[in-house]
Structures are given as structure tokens and as C-alpha cells.
């Protein structure tokens, strides 16, 4: 990416890539930007209807991790021609549709490649009032942290590939990643949050790193607070763990500081990629109690896990 040319200056262009944003945001007038974003991946999980509304979700959130409205959508699909039965393709787009449809998003086309990799997600549009954006280079010295979903999601679908899951693990797991980030989104806007993101697949650390290279501050996490799947902890000891725990630790390098009273299985989930994960919020402590009691009428988990500080030696400190 470093080798590309850089674009012409857009005064328009009020959030690009350079900050690693969950979505682009662009202005069309003083009050009204429209919000880019676009997300697909692999089966995490074994029913294809599922798995076409899980696709859905994660990437409309996106959008309301701006803070933004979702609006219309685009299909990005991968299946083989031959040897996968195309009902499995239906179930996976009809989960996909009746989730868009459930939160007022207008599928308006998309695009399929004859892929031996099945693969599925959208592209999402929506609409965002620029005063009213909640960014990831937002997070300011003295705010509280916020996240509104339990982690633990990757360990959970490798645990689910090897069978090494039990059925009422897996639909927990399920359920957290089909809690809509609708609610946030809405609370964000009703609370003024300026620095928010959505953890995904950089993992609670990656993106929270994110965060705090985008703000300029450190952030620190008490991973006692940090609320975890059902058996997640277990799985991550026996080594259910994906590839990007790996590839999570070398994006962030040495700028993270993790205490020695950290387990390891903790560690590990830390880095764990998500799917449709929780909102991270970045509030001033006075609004703090107020916005988590609001979130927490339709997020059970939701919980403070730590604070942002000026910027240290190190970006993110975890204790």
C-alpha cells in the first residue's frame, strides 16, 4: 500500500483509510456525508442461513460504528459452480437479505465469482451527519472505555470446525455475533461519542491499537473486566486458536504492553479475531455511567474496560 500514489487532496473527504477507519465518510453537504464500507469472509459457522445473516451484520455495522445510517447494500459472493449444492447458496443469501431487510437496508445488486472458496459479504452505503461522526482518531485523554460485547468469537468457530464445541456454546456464540450494532449507534449519537470503533478481525488489541495511534493517546485495558464467551477460555488453552493471533500480534508489534499477571488464555483472546464484535467506546468520564446504563438495556455484557491516557511509552497497556 505504501508504493500506491497518493490521491489528489479532497476537502470532502472527511474520513479515508489513513487511519485504519471501520468506513469512509464522505461529505456531500454541511449536513449530510454519505458512509462506505465493505466486508466478506469464510463460513464461521456450519448453517448457511446463519452464516448469510452473521455476513450481513458484520458488515452493516460498520456503518453504525461511525455512527451513521445504513441504507443500501451490494452482494459479493464466491461459490464453486460445480460440486457445492446451490441451496446452500440460497440459504446463505436469504439469511444475508431478511437481515438487511430487518434493519431497513435496500439490497440493490452485488457480484458472484466462481470461486472454489465459498465467500459472502456485502458492500453497505448509509448516511451520517458530519457533526454527528464518531471515529476511530476520536478518543481523547481521560475517557472511559467501553465495550458492548463479550470477545471471543474466533476461538469458538475454529472449536466449532474441529467439533470440539457443544451446541449451546456455539448458539451463544451465534447470538452475540447477530446482536446488531444498531443500539449503539444510536446511543452514540444521542450521547455526542466522538471516538468509536467495531472490533473485528484486528481483535480487541488491534483495533483498540488502531485507536490510539489514530487519537495520538495510550489506552489501558483491564482484562478482568473484558467479558468473555462461554468456554472461549477453554478453547484458547487447548489451542483453538485462528491464524490471525498470530498475524494480530505482528500488525501491532512491540507497542502493546501485557502484564505477567495476564494468562495465557486471556492472551490469547486479547488477539483473538472477532466477527460482528462489540462497539468500543471512547466517552469523558461525566457521561460515562449514563451512556453504559443505556447501552446495557439492549447489550447485556456491555462494561467499562478500561481508560485513555496521554500517550506513553507504549500504545496500548494491558493489566
Known amino acids: 500500500m505504501s508504493e500506491l500514489p497518493k490521491q489528489p487532496f479532497d476537502e470532502n473527504l472527511i474520513v479515508g483509510f489513513e487511519t485504519a477507519d471501520d468506513a469512509g465518510v464522505y461529505r456531500l453537504r454541511d449536513d449530510l456525508a ?170 480487541l488489541i488491534g483495533h483498540a491499537w488502531e485507536m490510539a495511534c489514530a487519537s495520538n493517546v495510550t489506552i489501558e485495558i483491564e482484562s478482568g473486566r473484558v467479558q468473555v464467551l462461554e468456554g472461549a477460555l477453554e478453547l484458547a488453552g487447548a489451542g483453538m486458536l485462528t491464524s490471525g493471533d498470530k498475524s494480530n500480534r505482528e500488525y501491532v508489534g512491540e507497542d502493546v504492553q501485557i502484564g505477567e499477571e495476564v494468562s495465557k488464555e486471556m492472551n490469547h483472546l486479547l488477539f483473538d479475531p472477532q466477527t460482528a464484535g462489540g462497539m468500543l467506546i471512547a466517552i469523558p468520564g461525566d457521561r460515562a455511567n449514563a451512556l453504559l446504563a443505556r447501552l446495557c438495556e439492549q447489550y447485556e455484557h456491555a462494561t467499562v474496560i478500561g481508560r485513555v491516557t496521554a500517550p506513553g511509552a507504549k500504545r496500548i497497556i494491558v493489566t
Request: aromatic share 8%; net charge negative.
Open 34 to 203: 454519505i458512509v462506505q464500507t465493505v466486508d466478506f469472509f469464510t463460513p464461521i459457522v456450519d448453517e448457511p442461513y446463519d452464516f448469510g445473516r452473521i455476513a450481513a451484520l458484520n458488515a452493516i455495522n460498520d456503518v453504525w460504528a461511525m455512527a451513521g445510517v445504513p441504507l443500501t447494500a451490494l452482494a459479493i459472493t464466491c461459490f464453486p459452480k460445480k460440486g457445492v449444492d446451490p441451496d446452500i447458496l440460497a440459504a446463505i443469501m436469504r439469511g444475508g437479505l431478511e437481515t438487511l431487510n430487518a434493519f431497513g437496508v435496500t439490497l440493490i445488486g452485488g457480484h458472484s465469482v466462481d470461486n472454489q472458496q465459498i465467500m459472502f459479504g456485502y458492500s453497505v452505503t448509509g448516511v451520517v451527519n458530519p457533526k454527528e461522526i464518531a471515529r476511530n482518531a476520536g478518543a481523547q485523554a481521560g475517557d472511559v472505555l467501553i465495550l458492548t460485547k463479550p470477545i471471543g468469537t474466533g476461538v469458538i468457530s475454529t472449536g466449532i470446525k474441529f467439533g470440539k464445541v457443544s451446541a449451546e456454546i456455539a448458539a451463544a456464540s451465534v447470538r452475540t455475533m447477530l446482536t446488531p450494532g444498531k443500539f449503539a449507534a444510536e446511543a452514540m449519537r444521542e450521547f455526542h461519542v466522538k471516538g468509536a470503533t467495531d472490533i473485528t478481525g484486528f481483535a
